[in-house]
């Protein structure tokens, strides 16, 4: 959630607002037991039976461009990216109206908290990718799942590609560009292990269906009689000798 202030935003509002929310959250809940809360950089937490409400403190355009006090306030950096946020949610209400999408999205933070090389995927760019990949005509869900698997397989997040852009930033912003190059190679290979695994009748272990093995597929996996192996990463670190002869030259 995301909380916007006239003011430009110090750590007093934090607290400020920190206070209320819990009291009237607390108000509401059957049983205090496991409730807490905690101040952050960029807002606070709220934890109840074992659920937690991340909040972030935001202001108005127009004052993000005022000094801040590195004491008093809250990092410019931080305002600007729950105002991003804003922005975010925005665009997905008037643009995701396809049910297709929502459980695309679903699927993917589910990846997300479930198997490694989805880990460093944003939030957004999920949003975004989900969009993309039912974009163009009416698919059903499984049929957006493997194009978005495929897009994943074949690129669409490695440098160098047409990528996907950001439709709330100005300019041509790609989706992907907060990753390194090793978690957009990671990406791109451990989509192709999971397409060959549902090529192989693994959609219960790919899906995490209940009373499934538990895969991670970053080591090899045995499905139907045959055993998928990880695609192996194509990119490589340069060593810092290289990157001095990089820099010399």
């Not at 990718?129 to 669409?156: D, E």
């Not at 300019?171 to 990406?187: I, P, T």
């Not at 093995?213 to 970053?218: L, P």
Request: charged residues 20%.
């Amino acid at each position: 959630a995301v909380v916007s202030t006239q003011s430009t935003g110090t750590k007093e509002d934090t607290t400020k607002v920190m206070e209320v929310l819990t009291n009237k959250l607390n108000e509401q809940q059957a049983t205090k037991t496991g409730v807490s809360s905690a101040a952050t950089d960029s807002g606070f937490t709220y934890t109840c039976c074992g659920n937690t409400l991340r909040v972030f403190l935001t202001t108005l355009p127009s004052n993000t461009t005022e000094t801040i006090d590195k004491e008093k306030h809250i990092k410019l950096d931080h305002l600007k990216n729950s105002l991003a946020a804003i922005r975010h949610a925005r665009w997905f209400e008037e643009n995701a109206f396809q049910s297709s999408i929502r459980v695309m999205v679903r699927l993917l933070k589910d990846f997300k908290r479930r198997i490694p090389f989805f880990r460093n995927v944003n939030p957004w760019t999920i949003d975004l990718l989900a969009h993309h990949s039912a974009l163009g005509s009416n698919l059903s869900v499984p049929m957006v799942f493997r194009r978005c698997l495929q897009l994943l397989a074949a690129g669409i997040l490695l440098p160098g590609s047409a990528s996907i852009s950001d439709p709330c930033e100005p300019g041509f912003v790609k989706a992907h560009s907060f990753m390194s190059y090793e978690e957009q190679d990671e990406l791109a290979c451990g989509a192709q292990t999971l397409l060959r695994a549902l090529a192989n009748g693994g959609f219960k272990e790919v899906l995490g269906v209940k009373g499934a093995r538990v895969v991670t597929f970053d080591t090899p996996a045995m499905f139907n009689g045959v055993i998928v192996t990880p695609s192996k990463l194509a990119y490589e670190k340069p060593s810092e000798t290289e990157l001095m002869d990089t820099s010399g030259s």
